[in-house]
């Protein structure tokens, strides 16, 4: 069982906007930056954009994050077939003193 | 190129032991903590050990320590895994990464491609 809680599946049409939610605690969301993860099927995960909107190289400015007490939220705009795959929140926790996951959220393209 | 390069992995039997190396290339990588984190089949993420460039600053996860050594050598622009007394549970494909880096709001932002480990008798 994963620290951060994200919904297992999100899924939209082409061009819908499509939100992904990651839950924590105080301890972890509500005291640093959230990191966001894309795993596109059979690759290695890459680094999106924290929730400071702070993009990775040749992140396109459709993906976008925020933050809100325990919450944090990933939204992909425009969405589009390449964007299949699965999505990872990430953050400090200072309870543990080290960096935790939120299970993934697969999103569909329908 | 920045990049990040895992080699070692392969098929271990159980209580067997590996030795994970990774490759840094394009960064000035003594500047940079450096970061292991596993994926079983299937599965999620799992940040699993951590070390800081200086040395003086090393994590692991509650699922791995005392069985998990991570070292690094600048010199060489290397980060190493030591995995001892295996299970079925430690089979993933392991990820080298660089980070955390906190003070940027940065976890693990360069990722290899990853190296796989299997356990089985």
């Known amino acids: 069982q994963s620290v951060l809680t994200q919904p297992p599946s999100a899924s939209g049409t082409p061009g819908q906007r499509v939100t992904i939610s990651c839950s924590g605690k105080?301890?972890?969301?509500?005291?640093?930056?959230v990191s966001w993860y894309q795993q596109l099927a059979g690759a290695a995960p890459k680094f999106l954009l924290n929730?400071?909107?702070q993009r990775h190289s040749g992140v396109p400015d459709r993906f976008s994050a925020s933050k809100s007490g325990t919450s944090a939220s990933l939204a992909i705009s425009g969405l589009q077939s390449g964007d299949e795959g699965d999505y990872y929140c990430?953050?400090?926790?200072?309870?543990?003193?080290?960096?935790?996951f939120g299970g993934g959220t697969k999103v569909t393209v329908l | 190129q920045v990049q990040l390069v895992e080699s070692g992995g392969g098929l271990v039997k159980p209580g067997g032991s590996l030795r994970l190396s990774c490759e840094a290339s394009?960064?000035?990588?003594?500047?940079?903590?450096m970061a292991w984190i596993r994926q079983a089949p299937g599965r999620g993420l799992e940040w699993i050990a951590h070390?800081?460039?200086?040395?003086?600053?090393?994590y692991y996860a509650d699922s791995v320590k005392g069985r998990f050594t991570v070292s690094r050598d600048n010199a060489k622009k290397s980060v190493s895994l030591e995995i001892d007394s295996l299970t079925a549970a430690d089979t993933a494909v392991y990820y080298c990464?660089?980070?955390?880096?906190?003070?940027?709001?940065?976890?693990?932002?360069?990722w290899g491609r990853g190296t796989t480990v299997i356990v089985s008798s």
């Open positions: 990464v660089r980070g955390p880096t906190l003070v940027q709001g940065l976890l693990a932002d360069l």
């Open positions: 394009g960064f000035i990588f003594s500047d940079y903590f």
């Open positions: 070390i800081s460039g200086s040395l003086d600053i090393v």
């Open positions: 105080n301890s972890n969301i509500g005291s640093n930056t």
């Open positions: 929730s400071y909107n």
């Open positions: 990430a953050v400090w926790d200072d309870s543990v003193n080290g960096p935790v």
